[in-house]
Each structure stands twice: as C-alpha cells, then as structure tokens.
C-alpha cells in the first residue's frame, strides 16, 4: 500500500525556522497537504493543495513541493506551534484514497 | 460557521460493532463529501474512507472493506460510520471530516469519538 514517509521529530529554539518533510512516491502527481494536531485537540488543515494557506492560519506556515517531497516551513516558529503535524496526500491512480504520513512532533524549545 | 459534532464515547466488546454519528450544520451535508478518520492511542492518524452524501457512494480504505460501513440521513443532516467484528485494535478516536469539496481532502474536523473495544 501507499506510504508518505515523515520524520518523527524536529526541534528548532523559538524564533527559528522548523523544517518538517514528507516523502513519497505519487507527490510527483498529487497534491500535498498538512495538519497540525496540538495535544488532546482535533487536527486542524494548515497548508493545501502544496502551498495555500487557509484563512486564518498565520504567514509563518509555508508548503512547498518538488518531485517526491513536500515540505512543510515554520518561518520563526513560535512556543504555541508545538504540535503533531501530518502530511496527506491521496494514492496514485485516480481513486482517491487518502493517506496520511506518519506524523511529526515538532518541540520548539 | 461549520461545525461537525459527533456522538458520545462507546464501550464495546470484541466481536461487536459500533455506529458513530456526526451531525453537520452550518453548510449542506450534500454538499460536501464526509471523510471519516481515525487514531489510535499514542498513534498517527489513519483515513478509513468517505461517503458522497448527495448519492450514497462510498470510498474506503482497503484495510477496511468487509467491515466498515458508511451512511448518511440527509434529512437530519447526520453522516454515520459503523465498524463491524471489533478487536482491541479498533480502540481508537475516531474523527469524521468535511471534504472541501469532491473527495480530494478535509478540511474542518469534528471533536471526534472515542471508540474502547475490552472485554
């Protein structure tokens, strides 16, 4: 089956800029898309379609895609951007099946 | 604004099943495809599938099929999810989430349900 592959972790200090990646295979073909997910809370959409942001979520979430990889940038993260994130995509083909990577716990600290 | 509000935590025992509800206002159910989500303690998240409301089509993980069945009640706005056959496996959250639009992705969430499948 289908894998988007992400980091488990990242750590940046405040005011830094955070890096999260998620790979996989039919990104070439498909759109990437992020969540963010803070403890005991629902996830929450914060980049779609690679690169747009929905309103409300702030300038510092930036998306970015090419080839195989999408990449999720906290531009200055700050305390309250510590969270799970989660990339997502659809399958190849034209079924649209999700799939959700892994997960990435980002600690800005 | 939209809002998705789903039922209450069940207590299951293995081999049963459970049907979760989540109730949509704020836009057309069948306007909109419903994904349903869920997560495992201490676990990432996992998509099961979703249901077209305006028609009834169904799309689900393969992991799923033979077990899991989604509906909808238009008229009361409610989309439902039923797990059949339960293991200690299933005790997870489990999210339903409106899809922007035609199947591609979700975008609000509901508070989610908690789902414990114990002997």
């Known amino acids: 089956s289908y894998e988007l592959t992400q980091p488990p972790s990242v750590s940046v200090s405040p005011g830094q800029t955070a890096r999260i990646t998620c790979s996989g295979d039919a990104l070439p073909k498909k759109y990437a898309y992020w969540y963010q997910q803070k403890s005991g809370q629902a996830p929450v959409l914060v980049i779609y379609e690679d690169n747009k942001r929905p309103s409300g979520i702030p300038e510092r979430f930036f998306g970015s895609r090419s080839g195989t990889m999408a990449t999720l940038t906290i531009s200055g993260a700050q305390v309250e951007d510590e969270a799970d994130y989660y990339c997502y995509s659809t399958d190849t083909g034209d079924n649209r099946r999700g799939v959700f990577g892994g997960g990435s716990k980002l600690t800005v600290v | ?119």
């Open chain 2, 1 to 119: 604004q939209v809002r998705l509000v789903q039922s209450g935590a069940e207590v299951k025992k293995p081999g049963a099943s459970v049907k979760v509800s989540c109730t949509a206002s704020g836009y057309t159910l069948t306007g909109h495809y419903m994904h349903w989500v869920r997560q495992a303690p201490g676990q990432g998240l996992e998509w099961m599938g979703w249901i077209k409301p305006q028609s009834g089509d169904i799309n689900y993980a393969q992991k799923f099929w033979g077990r899991v069945t989604m509906t909808r009640d238009t008229s009361i706005s409610t989309a439902y999810m039923e797990l059949s056959r339960l293991t200690s496996d299933d005790t997870a959250v489990y999210y339903c989430a409106r899809d922007e639009g035609s199947g591609w992705y979700p975008d609000y969430w509901g508070q989610g349900t908690l789902v414990t499948v114990s002997s």
